[in-house]
């Protein structure tokens, strides 16, 4: 994930928080301006998939305080576009499948699911 645009998905973040069942929940907004909408698509803007993933990474890590990377995506589906300026509800909760600790997530703008996710993650190795 290029830095700059890690860095813009951290700071369209509108809060995190940790549930009592070791989830977690946060809100993003990203605006026109996000450098992520560059390209996708002219004319119509939609939040990339990878910025949708990415955005759930971020969560983790924020809520965890500790940085998170991506080892693999076991499942996703995009479901509905995301739009500059809407805001976008990530929900996680912890699950084990065959052994791996993985992230099964559901982001949504209002009432409308726009994807779900199931994220193996681990800790950020420092350089």
Do not use: W
């Amino acid at each position: 994930m290029n830095s700059i645009i890690a860095k813009e998905i951290t700071a369209s973040r509108l809060g995190a928080e940790s549930d009592s069942e070791g989830g977690c929940r946060g809100r993003y907004r990203f605006d026109a301006g996000f450098a992520g909408f560059d390209g996708h698509f002219p004319g119509f803007p939609i939040l990339p998939a990878i910025v949708e993933i990415h955005s759930v990474v971020s969560l983790v890590g924020a809520v965890r305080q500790t940085p998170q990377r991506l080892v693999s995506v076991q499942d996703a589906k995009f479901l509905n576009p995301v739009r500059p300026g809407q805001e976008l509800q990530v929900a996680c909760r912890p699950r084990t499948v065959q052994g791996k600790e993985l992230c099964d997530a559901k982001l949504t703008v209002g009432e409308v699911t726009v994807a779900t996710m199931l994220l193996e993650l681990a800790l950020e190795e420092s350089p």
